[in-house]
């Protein structure tokens, strides 16, 4: 059954929106950090573009994010990719298939509510593998996540984008409630810029996973604009 109502609402509840006026961001959690999604199509020339972006600034991972290719393809995509980032020292995570991420060896996995369950890619990847779950705008989404053995959550979209159909929409709020009583690290996503980011930042999110402000224009000098934000 699902979990969330017909209306798509958290069965929690809504927060009190007083929270976030009253948040204050543990000093012993880490600093918020960047999180680059792969736009859909990564041949031709991607792979400089990826290498200029990591050159650019501090990215802490990369998704491997490709739809409707099989999986052979989707390795040999993925292959000059994954070793850019093993020399930048960025974490590699696939996109949605566990099976391809233990093909690859890849630093993890990133699944949504219908790409299998947390425990499974554990038991196929092994325990240092970063497991992450979309749980969009719910907090009982992201607990069952945390239970289940993630070690991140991700919630959004918080903007309009265009990456994706936007279904659920998150309140920077949900950000600070996580941070406050979760140590499991918190990714916001869903149109985030340079421009619009610092909310999110300042409502307590760990990562700030970003595509198409990346790659819809000069990778490098956004990753440079968003290097400044997170900097304060």
Not at 29 to 34: A, E, F, G, K, N
Not at 41 to 48: I, Q, S
Request: charged fraction near 20%.
């Amino acid at each position: 059954m699902d979990i969330e109502d017909a209306r798509g609402e958290d069965p929690l509840g809504p927060l009190d929106p007083n929270f976030a006026a009253r948040f204050t961001r543990d000093i012993r959690r880490p600093p918020c950090q960047l999180y680059l999604v792969s736009p859909l199509d990564v041949t031709g020339g991607f792979a400089d573009r990826l290498k200029r972006a990591l050159d650019a600034g501090p990215v802490a991972a990369f998704q491997f994010r490709v739809k409707d290719v099989d999986q052979h393809l989707a390795a040999a995509l993925a292959d000059p990719l994954q070793r850019i980032c093993a020399d930048a020292d960025v974490a590699f995570i696939v996109n949605d298939s566990i099976s391809l991420a233990k093909r690859l060896g890849a630093d993890g996995v990133h699944l949504g509510q219908e790409d299998g369950d947390p425990r499974e890619a554990r038991a196929e990847l092994g325990p240092t593998a970063q497991i992450g779950v979309s749980c969009h705008d719910s907090r009982h989404l992201a607990m069952e996540a945390g239970e289940a053995g993630a070690d991140y959550v991700a919630f959004g979209a918080f903007y309009p984008t265009t990456t994706k159909v936007t279904e659920h929409v998150a309140d920077p709020v949900l950000l600070s409630w996580w941070t406050t009583v979760f140590e499991i690290p918190c990714v916001a996503i869903g149109g985030i810029t340079p421009a619009n980011a610092a909310p999110l930042v300042a409502a307590g999110a760990d990562f700030l996973a970003v595509s198409s402000a990346v790659w819809g224009g000069d990778e490098a000098a956004a990753v440079q604009a968003f290097a400044a934000v997170l900097a304060g």
